[in-house]
């Protein structure tokens, strides 16, 4: 897999219901980042994650990250309609500044 | 709160023509960038530029592109003669010296025809 493969691609529940995405990556990285994207808007930065670091929290989402494993978990709990977009992964590499980012999950929640 | 803009949202044009994008960054902000995403696709950088340079640049980022900060607000990316396969989202970023945070702008959807 590329750098960045988040699964599943696609996921649908209902409101309330927690949503788990998982992203995979290659190369040892400075950082991941969350960011949303809703139908062809542009991409709301969500929650960064560093290398030293495990978890992290920022209202309903909770990131973790395990670098021996080199993976990341997206969970946004409590889930609501508004919630409904594209989450990718992106991350940063040591030494650069650029983002690599992932395919996406395409998060669908339902009333 | 400061956000990125992009112009035209939308940009349609003929092949071979050459067509300008634009940003402005958020006003704080030193390091900016460029990136794309085709429909369906991910979203992949094109070139990064700090200090009136370009500090990175991808695969994509040929000669038939570049970038500009033509005065201290506005970001550029040019394509000299466009292909159809230059049809797709291009996003404008821009992030503090001290962060790793990168805002996007909305977007600009180029067709080419």
């Known amino acids: 897999s590329q750098q960045g493969e988040e699964d599943p691609q696609a996921l649908s529940i209902q409101e309330g219901e927690n949503a788990t995405m998982n992203c995979s990556y290659k190369t040892s990285i400075n950082n991941l980042q969350w960011y949303r994207q809703n139908s062809g808007r542009g991409l709301v930065h969500l929650i960064l994650i560093r290398s030293n670091e495990r978890e992290k929290h920022s209202g309903r989402l909770r990131v973790t990250l395990d670098t021996s494993k080199k993976s990341s978990s997206l969970l946004i709990t409590a889930s609501r309609a508004a919630d409904t977009a594209s989450y990718f992964c992106?991350?940063?590499?040591?030494?650069?500044?650029?983002?690599?980012f992932g395919k996406g999950t395409m998060l669908l929640v339902s009333p | 709160e400061p956000e990125v803009t992009q112009t035209p949202s939308h940009q349609v044009t003929q092949m071979g023509q050459e067509v300008i994008l634009r940003c402005v960054p958020i006003s704080n902000h030193l390091y900016f960038y460029w990136y794309r995403q085709i429909l369906g696709q991910k979203v992949e950088f094109l070139v990064s530029f700090y200090n009136n340079e370009i500090s990175e640049k991808s695969e994509i980022f040929d000669d038939q592109f570049s970038v500009e900060r033509p005065d201290g607000s506005n970001f550029t990316l040019k394509i000299r003669s466009t292909k159809l396969e230059d049809s797709a989202m291009y996003f404008c970023?821009?992030?503090?010296?001290?962060?790793?945070?990168?805002?996007f702008g909305p977007g600009t959807r180029l067709t080419v025809l």
């Open positions: 970023a821009s992030s503090e010296p001290s962060s790793d945070t990168q805002y």
């Open positions: 992106a991350t940063r590499p040591w030494g650069y500044s650029t983002l690599t």
